[in-house]
């Protein structure tokens, strides 16, 4: 039974599309984050949903827009994509204050 | 600057030991984590210790937990090449996690 689960696991597509990624957790728990891996492994938060509630929303283009439609779900929408969103999006989810548990990651490749 | 700062390699041979570093900021972080992601995996959490305690050991791993310094450690006993990896760092203040950049382990057989 997969505890965060992603789709699609690699996503390529052409500049100016817009696309989505799904998550989902089955762990119960309150808070799910979207994070961005660059190239260089670099793990950046960009948003946080707790209960439904967007809590943390960090600085990155309005092209992207969470969206939870409840607890257990928060998606990634992004619209007209450019080159440099080319990376590794994760979903996380944790119960308030503990550790995360991390998707395996949506591999984006924009041509 | 970043919150949280890790060296980006360690090279060690099989069977040594690994300390990985990791300094931070914020004195109020409540939880440090360690994390690990092989090769085309997501993250994986290997341990995490309670800004109250100094030591937590679990196996082969000893986390150290300075916050005088705002330094942590983790050290890998008996270092196997299935150790070989990248190890995050991981702090969380309220409800804001902010990652290291990683450290890549690298195990020479």
């Known amino acids: 039974d997969t505890a965060v689960s992603q789709t699609p696991k690699y996503l390529v597509t052409q500049m100016g599309n817009d696309k989505s990624i799904k998550c989902e957790q089955n762990l119960g728990h309150d808070t799910m984050y979207w994070y961005k891996q660059d190239s260089k492994k670099f793990l950046k938060i960009m948003f946080s949903y707790n209960n439904k509630e967007l809590i943390i929303n960090e600085t990155v283009p309005n092209r992207f827009s969470p969206k939870s439609p409840d607890k257990a779900h928060l998606n990634l929408h992004i619209n007209s994509l450019e080159l440099g969103d080319s990376a590794v999006y994760f979903c996380a989810s944790s119960p308030r204050g503990r550790g995360y548990t991390f998707g395996s990651g949506t591999r984006l490749t924009v041509v | 600057g970043e919150d949280v700062e890790q060296s980006l390699f360690l090279s060690v041979r099989e069977g040594d030991s690994s300390v990985i570093n990791c300094t931070y900021t914020?004195?109020?972080?409540?939880?440090l984590y360690w994390y690990k992601q092989e090769p085309g995996a997501g993250l994986q959490l290997l341990t995490y210790i309670f800004s109250n305690m100094d030591m937590k050991q679990d196996q082969r791993l000893t986390v150290l937990l300075n916050k005088k310094d705002k330094h942590l450690s983790l050290r890998i006993a008996d270092t196997q090449t299935g150790d070989s990896a990248i190890y995050f760092c991981a702090e969380k203040r309220s409800y804001i996690p902010t990652f290291g950049r990683g450290t890549s382990l690298i195990v020479h057989p």
């Open positions: 914020d004195s109020s972080s409540t939880y």
